[in-house]
T-cell receptor
Framework: GENVEQHPSTLSVQEGDSAVIKCTYS??????FPWYKQELGKGPQLIID?????GEKKDQRIAVTLNKTAKHFSLHITETQPEDSAVYFC????????????FGKGTHLIIQP | EAQVTQNPRYLITVTGKKLTVTCSQN?????MSWYRQDPGLGLRQIYY???????DKGDVPEGYKVSRKEKRNFPLILESPSPNQTSLYFC?????????????FGPGTRLTVT
């Protein structure tokens, strides 16, 4: 089955700096790659996703890049703010997302004031 | 308000005492799923359902049962809970239409089995 590796497990950055979280996947048939943000005491919430026919997608301060050849994708957060502090999960799916997600182990992002 | 609800939010029980965690969504989603979240292990899928009366095992199904008799409900059943099932559980739902695969998660159920 699919295996998703996520790094780092913890990331501490100064407010205003950029943060990058990286994931690799094992199944070349995977074609949908979402990122979820989990705030303390809440369920994960989708923040951005990308499909295999696209190399990059951006939404305000958040961007995701995908390298299908290398089977890795990354989340980029620019101009980090205190409210960006959370646990971030990457995931991969073969069915375009319809048949379930395999998640990475998560990254705890800490924004230092 | 579109949402996924879970009950109870917190539960402490003893080994072997059957329990059910309920999950309900009001978005008419076809797909529903249960995950458990453990420190250092991320989110692991327990069971999922593509639609009413259609369920299938995820990555860690041992010790769990599910049913999908109605589209909106997807209860998780632990027939004989054990301490290794102590975890944070999330229910999620989504459409299965192309372009609409965002999974909506419930608030979580923290289960402790002693």
């Amino acid at each position: 089955g699919e295996n998703v590796e996520q790094h780092p497990s913890t990331l501490s950055v100064q407010e205003g700096d950029s943060a990058v979280i990286k994931c690799t996947y094992s199944d070349s048939a995977s074609n949908y790659f979402p990122w979820y943000k989990q705030e303390l005491g809440k369920g994960p919430q989708l923040i951005i996703d990308i499909r295999s026919n696209v190399g990059e997608k951006k939404d305000q301060r958040i961007a995701v890049t995908l390298n299908k050849t290398a089977k890795h994708f990354s989340l980029h957060i620019t101009e980090t703010q205190p409210e960006d502090s959370a646990v971030y999960f990457c995931a991969a799916s073969k069915g375009g997302g319809a048949d379930g997600l395999t998640f990475g182990k998560g990254t705890h992002l800490i924004i230092q004031p | 308000e579109a949402q996924v609800t879970q009950n109870p939010r917190y539960l402490i029980t003893v080994t072997g005492k059957k329990l059910t965690v309920t999950c309900s969504q009001n978005m008419n989603h076809e797909y529903m799923s249960w995950y458990r979240q453990d420190p250092g292990l991320g989110l692991r899928q327990i069971y999922y359902s593509m639609n009413v009366e259609v369920t299938d095992k995820g990555d860690v199904p041992e010790g769990y049962k599910v049913s999908r008799k109605e589209k909106r409900n997807f209860p998780l059943i632990l027939e004989s809970p054990s301490p290794n099932q102590t975890s944070l559980y999330f229910c999620a739902s989504s459409y299965r239409s192309p372009g609409s695969y965002e999974q909506y998660f419930g608030p979580g159920t923290r289960l402790t089995v002693t």
